[in-house]
């Protein structure tokens, strides 16, 4: 734990206490799952997502209720979503879940996941994004484990982006080769922080607050991104996440797509009139949300943001061990309170 009466270097929070246990990595043979907790996947972008983790090696299975649909904008209904997800991360032959899409729905279902039967069980990997946020911060919550914000089977960001497809796939079978991610734009506030990554889709989070399972982000490195909401709209989540007290707490900031959300320069005053009072480094350009690019950004994995740079100091997931079950997950309890005392000195 850090000394409290040290006080940080200038431009640099001390991120806060707690582990993330990280699931291990994949092998070619590996059992995977298809989970679809939100919207209903388009069954063509399906079959070609599935097929994809395929060529990569993994027995793919999609689960009972992937396929159905419910008041038209959900994969099924609430129980039967929350009933795949359980009986998946329960089961010790599947290593991972894959979420079909985002959409909406994921909020109506995350109090309805057995969380007593997953911290139970080995931990199972998380791979999505957008209406999954939630899910992100369900895992993190009840669970303490690290997730993938990842481009998803039934979406073009995996199916048509081989750039995509390669670094997900490099961050599942060789995590160790990944040691950071790009920043492509300005950083909007200079500085540097160091904390676990956290975040993901800015409405979502918004949406989270005051439930059970929202997002404590203190001094975490928040990951931010959205999609089809004009600036106005944009303002009043930033207002809302502001307001809550989610931000302030944020040891640094890391902008990701914002698509379709208005004109750029209108996007970036925005952005930079809303988050530029915080005290804390923003940096933009990560190619991670809803973009023609998406990049896979490991959440809760121990990061340092500097001007230009979003370094990882651990790898995204754990190494494997030879055993054929689940029980290979690694607690990041070293890693992350050696950066804490880095922080602190």
Known sequence: MPNPSRTPAPGTRTPAPGTRTAPPGLRPGDRVAVAAPAGPPDPDLLDRGTALLESWGL????????????????????????????????????????????????????????????????????????????????????????????????????????????????????????????????????????????????????????????????????????????????????????????????????LGDFTDCGPPDEVEALLADRLGGLGVPVASGLPAGHGPLQLTVPLGVMAELATGSLTLLEPPLAPRSDGAARSDAAPRSDAARTEETRCAS
């Open 59 to 254: 027995h793919v299975t999609v689960l009972p209720h992937v396929r159905d649909r419910h008041l038209g904008h959900l994969a099924g209904r609430d129980q039967d979503r929350a009933a795949d997800l359980t009986a998946a991360c329960t089961d010790p032959e599947v290593r991972a879940v894959f979420c079909a899409r985002g959409g909406y729905g994921t909020q109506r279902m995350v109090d309805l996941v057995d969380w007593d039967a997953l911290a139970a069980a080995p931990p199972a990997l998380l791979i999505g994004s957008s209406d999954i946020t939630a899910l992100h911060e369900a895992f993190a919550v009840r669970l303490g484990t690290t997730t993938l914000h990842a481009p998803m089977p039934a979406t073009g960001a995996l199916t048509d982006n081989p750039t995509s497809a390669a670094h997900l796939r490099t961050v599942l079978f060789e995590p160790e080769r990944v040691t950071g991610l790009p920043l492509t734009g300005p950083q909007l506030v200079p500085g540097a922080a160091r904390g676990p990554l956290a975040g993901g889709n800015a409405s979502l989070l918004a949406a989270s607050v005051g439930t059970p399972t929202a997002l404590p982000a203190d001094g975490c490195l928040l990951l931010l991104e959205e999609v089809g909401e004009e600036p106005y709209r944009l303002d009043r989540i930033l207002t809302q996440l502001l307001r809550a007290g989610v931000l302030e707490r944020a040891a640094g900031v890391v």
